[in-house]
């Protein structure tokens, strides 16, 4: 069965970095969308940005614009989130998905979805 298997969350001080990986597996990898989301303790699961298959668009939410980088490996079927000046609302459970078709925003179009990893930015 398809998994998708995040690491890279860690607590870090506001204004530092982290780039958090996911490897696929049992994936056909360069025919999926990646995405990231993002889910606050007592909030709703956010998009936070999605990369399409040849890595030529990508799609980014407001809130991390200028300071989030998604970027894949189609060889090693890997999708990264590279985050810099974090912010303590960026402090969250970060999951990484895969949706079959277009750059998409809408969680109900990724058809799966990692375990999340946990990102604290502290103060």
């Known amino acids: 069965q398809v998994q998708l298997v995040e690491s890279g969350g860690r607590l870090v001080q506001a204004g530092g970095s982290l780039r958090l990986s996911c490897v696929a597996s049992?994936?056909?990898?360069?025919?999926?969308?990646m995405g990231w989301f993002r889910q606050a303790p007592g909030k709703e699961r956010e998009f936070v940005q999605a990369?399409?298959?040849?890595?030529?668009?990508?799609d980014t939410a407001d809130s991390v614009k200028g300071r989030f980088t998604i970027s894949r490996d189609n060889v090693k079927k890997t999708v990264y989130l590279q985050m810099n000046n974090l912010k303590p609302e960026d402090t969250a459970v970060y999951y990484c998905?895969?949706?079959?078709?277009?750059?998409?925003?809408?969680?109900?179009?990724?058809?799966?979805w990692g375990q999340g990893t946990r990102v604290t930015v502290s103060t």
């Open positions: 998905a895969a949706a079959f078709g277009r750059l998409t925003r809408g969680p109900e179009d990724y058809n799966y």
């Open positions: 990369i399409n298959w040849s890595d030529e668009n990508t």
């Open positions: 049992k994936l056909t990898f360069e025919f999926y969308v």
